[in-house]
């Protein structure tokens, strides 16, 4: 069983960074690879960016090309998400999940319905 926690949100004016962290326990975290999602209030849960087990192939949605980065460092089990230059629309909860059962493609848009395995979420609010 693999539990994810996230941290690292918060509330800041437009322009700012935010780096939101995603802890993973309970199992071998370099044996699958890890997504984020946000969901805005009244909205669906999106896909934002996603990771490869190695961290060698990377995936973004194309609203966050060129502003956000995903990574992960195996040896401290945690995926990060680096975010630059937000904007009051990137305003949401972000979610981490895990492809524990290794059922999707990296390089494809991840489906949130796929994953069984997600954090708590962490909020983040940007303000104009």
């Known amino acids: 069983q693999v539990q994810l926690a996230e941290s690292g949100g918060g509330l800041v004016q437009a322009r700012a960074s935010l780096r939101l962290s995603c802890v993973a326990s309970?199992?071998?975290?370099?044996?699958?690879?890890m997504g984020w999602f946000r969901q805005a209030p009244g909205k669906e849960r999106e896909f934002v960016a996603a990771?490869?087990?190695?961290?060698?192939?990377?995936h973004y949605a194309d609203f966050v090309k060129g502003r956000f980065t995903i990574s992960r460092d195996n040896a401290k089990n945690t995926v990060y998400l680096q975010m630059n230059t937000l904007k009051p629309e990137d305003t949401a909860v972000y979610y981490c999940?895990?492809?524990?059962?290794?059922?999707?493609?990296?390089?494809?848009?991840?489906?949130?319905?796929?994953?069984?395995?997600w954090g708590q979420g962490t909020p983040v609010t940007v303000s104009s």
């Open positions: 990771i490869s087990w190695s961290g060698g192939t990377t």
């Open positions: 999940a895990a492809d524990v059962e290794n059922i999707v493609v990296v390089t494809s848009t991840w489906v949130a319905g796929d994953l069984e395995v």
């Open positions: 309970g199992r071998t975290f370099s044996s699958f690879a």
